[in-house]
């Protein structure tokens, strides 16, 4: 069941892009125009078993051209559908502080409930139902709550987009538990897209996951992605992603056996 939620594969699949105003096809600084809905599904695997899946939507609206909201859910099944059940239920904002020629910066802030990622083993939820025994998730669910606060920027060029992204999260069994010092974990990495004409590009990147807790002495991880897009037109695409990781669970940096895959449907209307 390790890493079953494939949370830190899709992380790096979660956020797409543009180019132009209301152009989505995979740029990691994407940003719905005031008054465009976006979705984005997702369906991928992680890559120590690709037999376990998830699929996820997003779902978002420019309130401005420089404000945007976002809600996002995931359902994950493990061993063919023996194990299944509601992730994670998410609302994000995100506000574009920094838009000068080819330089953008956003800062983005966000809340999760369900069995959102807490270091392996610390006991806190990670916990799915199994539907042989005629259980339902939501009997078994441990209800995990995550506050996230970020920042993401870079440059657009001419066919070409560098970014990178921080964000620090906290993570308690409940929303306003302040008292309870409960978990900390921080996220960093770059991604980046070549375009090679009007409807294929490739994104890539790499992130880091690592906790600031003492408590937590071998919680670090990289997952880095590799993937190719295709655009329909400048509202539609299609991405294949392949990905792969290493972790620290067991003392030492090891790398996750096999690869996992990932696929992506966007729209921007």
């Known amino acids: 069941?390790?890493?079953?939620?494939?949370?830190?594969?899709?992380?790096v699949f979660a956020i797409s892009g543009a180019h132009a105003a209301n152009v989505i096809d995979?740029?990691?600084?994407?940003m719905p125009k005031a008054g465009h809905f976006y979705s984005e599904t997702s369906l991928a695997s992680h890559s120590e078993n690709s037999d376990s899946w998830m699929l996820a939507e997003e779902f978002g609206y420019g309130i401005t051209d420089n404000f945007a909201v976002e809600v996002g859910i995931s359902l994950p099944e493990y061993d063919n559908f023996d194990v299944w059940g509601w992730q994670d239920l998410s609302l994000n904002a995100m506000f574009r502080a920094i838009d000068e020629g080819g330089w953008k910066a956003d800062l983005y802030a966000g809340y999760q409930a369900g069995s959102v990622g807490l270091p392996e083993g610390m006991g806190l939820g990670m916990m799915i139902a199994a539907t042989e025994d005629d259980t339902y998730w939501f009997d078994k669910e441990i209800i995990n709550y995550a506050w996230t606060a970020g920042i993401r920027g870079g440059y657009v060029g001419d066919g070409w987009t560098v970014a990178g992204h921080f964000a620090y999260n906290y993570f308690n069994t409940e929303s306003f538990n302040w008292g309870d010092e409960g978990f900390h974990q921080v996220q960093l990495g770059l991604d980046a897209q070549l375009v090679l004409d009007?409807?294929?590009n490739l994104v890539a990147g790499v992130e880091y996951t690592g906790y600031t807790d003492k408590e937590v002495h071998n919680g670090g991880s990289w997952d880095g992605m590799f993937?190719?897009?295709?655009?329909?037109?400048?509202?539609?695409?299609?991405?294949?992603?392949?990905?792969?990781?290493?972790?620290?669970?067991?003392?030492?940096?090891?790398v996750e056996d096999?690869?996992?895959f990932g696929f992506k449907f966007g729209i921007d209307f």
């Open 1 to 11: 069941m390790k890493k079953l939620a494939l949370t830190s594969l899709l992380a």
């Open 26 to 30: 995979g740029n990691p600084l994407y």
């Open 198 to 200: 009007a409807n294929w």
């Open 227 to 254: 993937g190719v897009n295709y655009n329909f037109d400048a509202t539609k695409y299609v991405g294949a992603y392949i990905g792969a990781g290493m972790d620290h669970y067991t003392g030492d940096w090891e």
């Open 258 to 260: 096999g690869f996992g």
